[in-house]
């Protein structure tokens, strides 16, 4: 859906021409001359910039800003925030309730809400702990029964959504509560299960679990592949592109997303080797994120869930099958809510009848809006799930560093999730005026 | 006329089809041949569109017989309505907003390479789709949300093209256009004439029917009301049989009235 290919056809053409004339044709009347394309060189990028900031499609600006602003009021309060530790701690921390906002996302981009995807991560824990320790199931064959269940959930809603008609925000509400009082009633008096940390899910998710066994090579490994990839793959399609003779990234643009995709990964993995590893539960988180990319961006499947998104009567009459899509994105939804709530058990080595309550939906939900997924549907991408964790993850480790009460947390947290729905309203009304929403 | 074969692609008899209270349709026939250009006319309210949906399976007809090819089919879904060949465009476009324009040329029926869209072979395609068309727009990859009306429309028309369809219906498709799209839409009209499509043409502009038609069919409140060649049919007698007009002393005053204010 990026529209930054947008590298004047003249040059395009231009290789294309002596080897293929068709393809040249093609390409000459394809381009308006009232439309504005990026100049070359850097001054391109910034007037391309201002362009779009004008327009109304912010990006990832006002996360990195948000980042900023949070770490620097929390060092100068508190010197060990940006301490390897403590940003170790906010990369393991994230993953449960980011493995909740992927799911979210999904929902996000069809224009509707779940709101039942913490009640389901608590309901998971309680039916893992449950089949682990008093029927005595293998841990492994009990994780894919838990997911299981969560795609189960999420189907139902999908089902009442899709097929009954009723507004997915009644059938989640309802869910929320339901799903909550089963994980309750599974739970039994004492309200908590242990589950032996040795094995399994479990230890892979625990706060001791790191990747490679804490082998100072996992981390580069992990940044240099991630490098690798984006490398590799620009070329491949800037070389495909070229002998179709259809505008590509030029080369310096590819190698300055790969410089500065190098320089905050080697940064990361730095950090987490400086302290103690890469924890497991965010390798799991960032795989997750990459094959969710893929999966929304390069598949049929993610172009229904825009098409959807965008309009829906558009997406019915091209003859996709609206309510099988809105199924399928709520039990994909219920599953990672479910995958999201062994992470919780993993945190803990116990299934609580705490966890998935509190403000685990609404942080859910405000990672993936503050990351830059509309909550009108039809924009947006996985990694906001990343960037709004970070946001939110950053504030509420800050918070407990500075030694704040609940209470303190919950209106800050309340302030940035109604901070960030006012600027995706904005941008996308000044999208609007702009004639790109 | 050009008929290439005698059997009609697509053939509806006697389609009924009931709203609630109001029977939109009542027992209307349709035939359309390929390499045909069919014109559908009618008032307001008359169940053109009805007609068209029904035809592209957004509302399934309640009674009567779809015949494609001369034999016998259901179409109850618009699916079913693509997978015979039949490609429609809206008079509300029906876009995806969010989506560029390769995404909505290819919405539903995505190229694919190892399983995994092809973005790049979608994206030269239609490039020269719409070079083929003489159609400008902007950029193929800008969403259609930055798009003029005209070039909205002709994005709806190409679509149609895409997946190499036997009848395409186009529901006024002029009826947004400045004086050259409209020209242009009508050569694409009889591009598809040429390329042996059938075409069935919704219309209220007489002068757009009378330059690119074959047939006339008339529709008036929810019945058929005649099919008249357009060599052999004057402006009248269409204005006449849209209007419901036959040879009476009120009807007579009501047409001259109507042909007075066509001149």
Excluded at chain 1, 239 to 248: D, K, L, Q, S, T
Excluded at chain 1, 291 to 299: C, G, H, I, S, Y
Excluded at chain 1, 317 to 325: L, T
Excluded at chain 2, 73 to 78: A, L, N, R, Y
Aim: aromatic residues 6%; contains cysteine; glycine residues 10%.
């Amino acid at each position: 859906m990026s529209d930054t290919t947008k590298t004047p056809a003249a040059k395009d053409a231009a290789p294309a021409a002596a080897e293929d004339p068709t393809a040249a044709a093609a390409a000459a009347p394809a381009v308006d001359p009232r439309l504005l394309v990026r100049e070359e060189g850097f001054k391109g990028y910034i007037t391309e910039f201002k362009r779009k900031v004008k327009g109304g499609e912010l990006g990832s600006i006002p996360v990195v800003i948000g980042l900023i602003v949070i770490a620097t009021v929390f060092q100068l309060n508190n010197d060990r925030f940006l301490s390897a530790d403590n940003l170790s701690n906010i990369g393991y921390y994230m993953a449960a309730t980011g493995m909740l906002a992927i799911g979210l996302v999904f929902v996000l981009l069809l224009g509707e809400i779940d709101l039942s995807v913490g009640s389901v991560s608590g309901l998971a824990a309680a039916v893992f702990a449950v089949v682990v320790t008093k029927n005595g199931m293998n841990a492994w064959l009990a994780l894919l029964l838990t997911i299981v269940t969560g795609v189960a959930i999420g189907a139902l809603h999908g089902w009442f959504f899709a097929k009954i008609g009723v507004p997915a925000f009644v059938v989640t509400l309802a869910g929320f509560l339901g799903w909550n009082g089963l994980m309750l009633w599974l739970l039994g008096s004492s309200g908590t299960i242990n589950i032996p940390s040795d094995e399994g899910p479990v230890r892979l998710l625990g706060k001791a679990s790191f990747l490679l066994d804490q082998d100072i090579i996992g981390a580069y490994l992990l940044a240099g592949l991630a490098v690798l990839s984006l490398l590799a793959g620009s070329f491949m399609d800037q070389r495909r592109r070229r002998a179709a003779g259809v505008p590509f990234r030029p080369t310096s643009e590819i190698v300055l997303r790969v410089v500065a995709l190098a320089i905050v990964a080697f940064a990361a993995a730095m950090v987490f080797n400086s302290s103690a590893g890469v924890p497991n539960a965010l390798v799991i988180f960032l795989i997750c994120l990459v094959v969710v990319d893929f999966v929304l961006r390069r598949t049929s499947f993610g172009r229904k869930v825009f098409a959807v998104g965008g309009g829906v009567e558009a997406a019915r009459r091209a003859g996709i099958n609206v309510e099988m899509v809105r199924i399928t994105v709520f039990a994909i939804a219920g599953g990672f809510a479910a995958v999201g709530g062994m992470f919780f058990a993993g945190q803990t080595s116990s299934a609580t009848m705490l966890a998935g309550g509190g403000n685990t939906l609404m942080l859910a939900i405000a990672a993936a809006v503050i990351g830059g997924t509309s909550l009108f549907g039809g924009r947006g991408t996985v990694w906001s799930a990343l960037l709004g964790m970070l946001v939110i993850q950053s504030i509420s480790t800050g918070l407990s560093l500075l030694n704040m009460e609940a209470s303190i947390q919950y209106m800050i947290t309340g302030a940035v999730l109604l901070g960030a729905v006012v600027i995706d309203s904005v941008s996308r009304r000044s999208q609007k005026a702009a004639g790109r929403a | 006329m050009i008929h290439v074969s005698a059997t009609p692609v697509l053939a509806l008899r006697g389609a009924s089809k009931r709203f609630g209270a109001v029977q939109a349709l009542t027992d209307v026939n349709l035939e359309v041949h390929a390499g045909e250009v069919v014109a559908l006319v009618g008032d307001n309210g008359a169940g053109k569109s009805t007609l068209v949906k029904a035809i592209a399976g957004v509302h399934p007809i309640d009674e009567g017989v779809v015949e494609w090819e001369g034999r016998p089919v259901s179409i109850s879904k618009p699916h079913d309505s693509q997978e015979l060949g039949v490609a429609t465009v809206y008079q509300d476009l029906a876009l995806c907003d969010n989506l560029d324009v390769v995404g909505n040329l290819y919405l539903g029926r995505e190229l694919r390479r190892r399983g995994v869209l092809d973005e790049v072979t979608m994206e030269q395609k239609a490039r020269e789709l719409l070079s083929t068309l003489s159609i400008r727009i902007p950029s193929v990859r800008i969403p259609i949300a930055g798009l003029s009306g005209g070039q909205r429309q002709v994005v709806a028309i190409a679509r149609a093209l895409i997946g190499d369809p036997k009848i395409v219906i186009l529901d006024e498709p002029t009826a947004a256009l400045g004086v050259e799209q409209t020209a242009q839409v009508l050569d694409l009209v009889e591009r598809l004439r040429e390329r042996g499509l059938g075409v069935i043409l919704i219309s209220h502009n007489m002068a757009d029917v009378k330059a690119v038609a074959d047939t006339v069919a008339v529709l008036r409140l929810g019945k058929n009301n005649g099919t008249f060649p357009v060599k052999d049919t004057s402006h009248e007698e269409i204005i006449a049989a849209i209007t419901g007009a036959t040879d009476n002393a009120v009807t007579r005053r009501a047409e001259r009235r109507t042909t007075e204010a066509a001149k």
